[in-house]
């Protein structure tokens, strides 16, 4: 009895203690524990405090039901650890993974977007997750009631239906579903599942493992500690490891695993647009330790390489090289990806003009409004300096570089175009939704009667049932910018790649339709014929839980004569790509090849 009093007093003091220092009233949760659906209303703010123990990784859920809301991590002083608000609107999860140096009380912060077009009032809950010692195992009747409600949900969305027959789906969809067996955990069923996204080849749709395993593989999980480069489909290591000699080698083998067999598991569980190859590589390379922890081993203690040296073809082993925990992982990855050039974009846009050589280079790293001061208008402002810095310069060569764009918010990529071109253009053939309403949304965040009053209406305010059966965009919903005065008319380059996908992609599908610039690089990740985004649809599966999204709007290009296979992406008209030695050394070999050109007018 006094021990569960003195552990009781310490607890209280804790609370006390967090909520003195933060300044506000406190809701204590529990770990483990989905909270009730909670009300909150525009410019309120709830605050929650929960104990978290040192090195074990947490995830934190709150599930939006109707309201945008950001959240924030904050620690037992009211500092702020993280703060999130992911671009899925007023349905879907916003979530923060996290792991504490030390045991201690840590707080959680909800409050709602104050925008206009946000709800004034909406429900919403939260849940901390640790991790589990081990997985649970699932029944079979469960796995395959699983596995039938995605099928059919992606039938009834008509994902997978673009750039496959029924029966060609249908036929794929038999073949994993056959692998099930009774008592697989959650990974398990990941892995027979995760083929039939990818075979949709719909590059927007995705599943993630369960929460369950997600913890799992975070506390238990061993990692690979290389970072990779895939080239003309040979997997290069990117640093070097302790007194291990890496960098630039290319491996051969994984602890027995030939690269071959483990490229080809990871392309059958990477979507794509279409046929496309390119954002697959690229996608890969940063999930590399991810995708081998999920697919071969859980927990390997150390790994074997059998390399190769691409200058001598000489093969080298190294053996027994320590795996990495998560936390180590992490800070593995931020520490060597500084030593990276351009591995990652520090900005999401910047303009460099070089007056000697009348050379304007333009870099769009991504439409994303988040990633912009002041949103939308903020990437409009930098667009109006820098063409109106081109203009007053009179800039003969314009380089556009949006190798790094994956896409962002709609209509991002015509205000770029309106400095292109001197008159509007048609930009889709049309938009199309499959219908109004579906029968999965029982396990997606449209469960109850108002929410799926309100999925309606945001559909209806965009599309209409036509004569002929089909759910299309309204006329003029989805047009073209209006050109700017000032737009550019000199000599136009553009740099793409694999990683140029979404919005990004249709930018280059665009400037290749209604403008003479030349294209460097390599084949664009996102189709040149259009994709299906816009509107997503997140799901759970009720007995695996696995989670999702579903894309809703296809999006189909008004192209033009110009060769493209369908199913892919736009093609470079100089197909450039670095050598390993090159990247390494910074070297932008298709920066440089397009430079060269301008050289040589």
Known sequence: MKKYSFITLIILFFSLTVQ??????????????????????????????????????????????????TIALKDHHGKTIQEVDSPNGRFGSEKIVFSPDSTNY??????????????????????????????????????????????????????????????????????????????????????????????????????????????????????FPFLVKILDKKVYILNDLDHYKTKGMSISKINGNSIESILEKFLTIEPADGYNMTSKYRWIETAFSKYYLRFFEQQPIAFDLELVNPKTGEKINYNQIPALTFKQYGKFVAKETKFIPNYNFKEPAALKIDTLNSIATLTVNTFSTNSYPGGRKGFKEFLAKS?????????????????????????????????????????????????????????????????????????????????????????????????????????????????????????????????????IGEETGGGYYGNTSGFFINYTLPNSKLTGRIPLIKFVIEEKQNSIPFGHGLMPDDEVQPKIEEYLSGYDAEMEHVKTIIKNK
């Open 20 to 69: 003195a220092q933060a300044g506000q009233h406190l809701i204590p949760i529990k770990i483990d524990r989905t909270t009730t659906d909670l009300n909150i209303k525009q410019g309120e703010e709830t605050s929650f405090s929960f104990q978290l123990k040192k090195d074990f990784y947490y995830s934190i859920t709150v599930e939006q039901k109707g309201i945008d809301v």
């Open 106 to 223: 840590f707080i959680l912060t909800v409050k709602p977007l104050s925008e206009s077009t946000n709800s004034k009032e909406g429900l919403y809950s939260v849940v901390v997750q640790s991790p589990p010692k081990k997985l649970k195992n699932i029944s079979y009747k469960a796995l395959q009631q699983d596995f039938d409600i995605l099928k059919n949900a992606f039938i009834e969305t008509h994902i997978g239906l673009w750039y496959n027959t029924y029966t060609q789906f249908d036929s794929l969809c038999n073949v994993q579903k056959s692998k099930i067996k009774d008592q697989m955990n959650a990974l398990d069923f990941y892995q027979i599942i995760a083929p039939v996204v990818t075979y949709t080849k719909e590059g927007h749709c995705a599943i993630q493992t369960s929460e369950e395993t997600s913890n799992y593989i975070r506390q238990h999980g061993q990692y």
């Open 387 to 519: 063409f109106q810095n081109i203009a007053d310069r009179k800039i003969k060569h314009l380089i556009i570089d949006i190798r790094k764009n994956e896409g962002g918010a709609q209509a991002m990529e015509d205000h770029l175009m309106s400095y292109l071109v001197g008159q509007e253009y048609p930009k889709y053939k049309y938009a199309e939704i499959p219908s109004f309403t579906y029968s999965f949304l029982d396990y997606t965040a449209y469960r109850d009667k108002k929410s799926r009053d309100d999925f309606e209406k945001e559909l209806k305010a965009e599309f209409y049932h036509s004569t002929d059966g089909r759910f299309l965009d309204l006329p003029g919903k989805y047009k073209s910018d209006t050109p700017q005065t000032n737009y550019f008319k000199g000599n136009l380059y553009i740099l793409i790649s694999g990683l140029s996908f979404s919005g990004g992609s249709e930018f280059a599908a665009l400037a290749k339709n209604y403008t003479s610039a030349r294209f």
